[in-house]
């Protein structure tokens, strides 16, 4: 089922499956948002949840338990319930299952709230250990895909990611999923501009960590095209396309895949956000439309 928020400036929709952001408009009719070919990628933005990116063999143990979890985890499929409407804002809500609990044995309520604000999507994440008892462990991101427009002569190599400090952009490469625990020795950028190309992306996603800025924009001058992301909520952040498909995904990550020599067990995951019993945890990033 879809939900929609509308002002004067945006307009965008939300699927209760996985409580997916799945168009967002401008006042002109302009689409932002990927629209989910299912022949190249059949996402939009995907809400990462209970963790992000890839286990290890696909496997954790928790207690000398063995469980299973497929990449991004399991929130991206499930039917999330309506938990608050408003005209400017809605909330949706997720618990545990009889299901969830065979491959993540944690009881949980997540939010996932859109709120509108002139030009801007506030996305919002609330995590609650609902447990009296046991600590909640899990990682949280965001994976929404932007349109890469080829109107007016425009094309991939017009569009550039931009930060808002400059930095000594150290990609940590990505093998068959895991993450490399060093960054690559050599920046990928010094500056404040990441041009874009059909090579940027063709080892996988570019993940980076510590980070100076507090926005990244992805940019295109010739078409008045800009869409900027707030990350300063979030230590990791991903970015990822794919060679002649016009779109590129920005990533706020609090986690990431698990590193190559990590051995499965959840508790000593790096960058893991714990939670005590009755805990609340609460991260938003906010994306700004022009």
Known sequence: MNYTLKN???HIIIDTVGAELCSVKTANNRE???QGDPAVWGR???VL???VGKLKNNTYFYNETEYNLPQHGFARDLDFSLEEQAADKLVFS???NENTLKVFPFPFKLLISYQLDGSSVKVGYEVQNT????????????????????EEGANL???Y???????YLHNHPLQGGLVKKQPSANPLMVGTKLPLNKQLYANDALVFSGLKSKWIALVCEKLNYRVQMSISDFPWFGTWGKDDVPFVCLEPWCGHADFEDHDLNFQLKDELVTLAPKEIFKRSYQITLQ
Request: avoid cysteine; charge should be negative.
């Open 49 to 51: 949840f209970p963790i």
């Open 94 to 96: 997720l618990t545990e």
């Open 157 to 159: 190599y017009d569009y």
């Open 8 to 10: 004067e400036f945006l």
């Open 131 to 150: 447990s009296n008892l046991g600590q909640l462990l899990f990682s949280i991101g965001g994976h929404p895909a932007f349109n890469i427009l080829e």
């Open 161 to 167: 990611l931009e930060f808002e400090q400059e930095e």
């Open 32 to 34: 932002y948002l990927w």
């Open 44 to 46: 939009r933005a995907p």
